[in-house]
């Protein structure tokens, strides 16, 4: 009995000094912060999600029936994080996380011109975002003063409420962008327009970015990665329906029937 009760209390003694110091350490850790690493990680993973599309685009030498609207529309939206993120305070994770996607789109939108057939409607789309971060960033940093009206986050300013108003339109736009081809995908019954690994990462993406819009307790981060986990998921929703029904085509780059370098189309 008395070394039952001696282990009894060497395992008291033990959770004794355990439990405060698993509760100091989960006091330690910022939620937050941890959420926003979590989701600059997964944003990162986002922006690479194209590789695979790209990878076929240079292989095969032609954009097929790719659009450029999703990168340049993503480029818009990093480029309008970084203005937000200036006159934000304590947005590391934000300003980390864009910054890091700007090249990575520009890269996409490099090898998406070297390989299409018609230039234009990709320039069109460059010339407006460029127009529209340049007027909307000068015109928010030089025209609006920073005390116009109460801001929902103490410690903020006019100019932050007006540029996160801007990114909550833009960023939806940016995870509603892959939706542009939907038509096509109904109308053809095959989703060869629509690359899975984008409407994925599109949806675990804005869902981390989500809950760290609830620790930190910014709507403006809140609002867009709201609506991109309910635009992603119809992506995934569409996706399922089409490939189920027609089945995906893939393109082979193999020696074919005719020869080294010929196409051959498996259904899958």
Known sequence: LEFGSRRVSQGQDFCSIVR?????????????????????????LLFLSPAPTFYQIVRERSVGDFTSLPCVMTLLNCAMWVSYTCVTPGRLQTLVTNFTGIPICLLWIGIYAKFCNDLKPLLRQLAVAVCLWTLLTVAVVVLIHDDWFTPLTAGETSKTEVLGLSCVLFN??????PLSVAKRVIETRSVESMPLPLSVATTVCSGFWFMYALLVHDAWVGIPNGAGMVLGLMQLALYAVYRRKSGVRENLVECGPDGPGSHSELTV
């Open 20 to 44: 405060p110091l698993a509760e100091s350490m989960a006091g330690a850790v910022d939620w937050g912060d941890l959420a926003g690493w979590v989701g600059t990680a997964f944003a990162v």
């Open 172 to 177: 939806t736009l940016m995870y509603a962008s």
